[in-house]
């Protein structure tokens, strides 16, 4: 059975492939290796949060309660 990716286990694993590199107990083939899936799962959760935020600003309501497109703002 394929387990789902999702952003958690992607951001767990990300952690994980820090500290074995961070280590310095691989050898220069298992660190390539290991970065490269870590910039694809970097890569997934950047995606992830892009559609969140895409969402976000689609469903953001004005004071009138239609739904209105609004920037995001990153800093609420």
Do not use: R, W, Y
Not at 27 to 50: Q, W
Not at 52 to 75: C, R, S, V, Y
């Amino acid at each position: 059975m394929v387990k789902k990716k999702t952003f958690e286990s992607s951001m767990q694993e990300l952690e994980e492939i820090v500290k074995e590199l961070e280590s310095g107990h691989l050898s220069l083939e298992e660190a390539v290796k290991k970065f490269e899936t870590g910039m694809n799962c970097s890569k997934f959760c950047l995606d992830k949060l892009d559609q969140t935020e895409k969402k976000i600003t689609i469903l953001m309501a004005d004071t009138h309660g239609e739904i209105t497109q609004q920037p995001f703002d990153k800093d609420s």
